[in-house]
């Protein structure tokens, strides 16, 4: 579960949790509390929707529905992650799978309703991205992990690419946003989503060059490191 950073009023001791199946991103919201203003018609005034202002950021929805919620986790495990499979990796006996996606495939489209929403709790001024535009190429991190001979995958952060035209027929790439979620942080994945990325621009020729979109201190670090790592080969 995870809080999003939003203040909400008329209310005493609310908890709004909201849970995640861990890799279709299908969404649970759960709100607890002790007192609810005007829920006995003694005042005139009304504590905030809390479910419509979730709404309103949610693209990909939610449910309230906790066995509604039950069965969507039954239906995460025969979960395949769409798009282009580009890069498998290990690190500490466990596997990861980077996939390359456009808006142009329905089943991606309807995944980053869900997964986008992170970017509003986890990157400062961030803002969601038109997904009827067919610029957008989208890297997506997966955690693949096989169990009795079942594999299931688990979602793990996704970096955002914009396509420019560069005179006179070829196009530049331009970073928009990258994003490991919390539990998979400081263990080298943004790097390696990053190098991924990289990897996959340099083998088409049609590609001039590879630039950032306002970069943060943490994000050029980032690529400072993934730049001098591919300069020592």
């Keep these: 579960s995870s809080g999003i950073n939003a203040e909400y009023g008329g209310y005493k001791g609310l908890k709004v949790d909201v849970f995640f199946a861990s890799g279709t991103l299908t969404q649970y919201v759960k709100i ?5 203003i005007g829920a ?10 809390i479910l ?20 969507a986790l039954e239906k995460n495990k025969k979960f395949h992650p769409p798009g282009t499979l580009v890069e498998s990796y290990t ?20 995944f980053h309703n869900r997964l ?12 969601y991205i038109d997904d009827e535009d067919p610029c957008w190429n989208l890297y997506t991190l997966y955690e693949r992990v096989t169990t009795g001979g079942e594999t299931t995958y688990r979602s793990m952060g996704f970096l955002t690419a914009y396509s420019f035209y560069n005179y006179p027929c070829r ?5 928009s946003q990258v994003l490991v979620l919390p ?30 979109e306002d970069p943060s201190e943490n994000f050029t670090r980032l ?9 020592s080969k």
């Design 32 to 36: 607890d509390y002790t007192e609810k």
């Design 40 to 49: 006995d018609g003694a005042v005139s005034c009304e504590a905030d929707n």
């Design 52 to 71: 419509q202002l979730l709404s309103d950021i949610t693209p990909g929805g939610f449910t309230t529905d906790y066995v509604e919620f039950m069965g």
């Design 91 to 110: 690190k500490k006996g466990k596997t990861f799978d980077v996939y390359y996606s456009t808006f142009e495939d329905e089943k991606f489209r309807e």
């Design 116 to 127: 986008q929403v992170f970017i509003l709790w986890y990157i400062d001024a961030a803002s």
């Design 171 to 175: 196009t530049r790439q331009r970073i």
């Design 183 to 212: 539990p998979y942080q400081g263990s080298g994945h943004g790097a390696r989503i990053l190098s991924t990325m990289y990897n996959h621009v340099s083998a088409d020729p049609g590609i001039y060059d590879i630039t950032v």
């Design 223 to 231: 690529r400072n490191f993934v730049d001098t790592v591919k300069c």
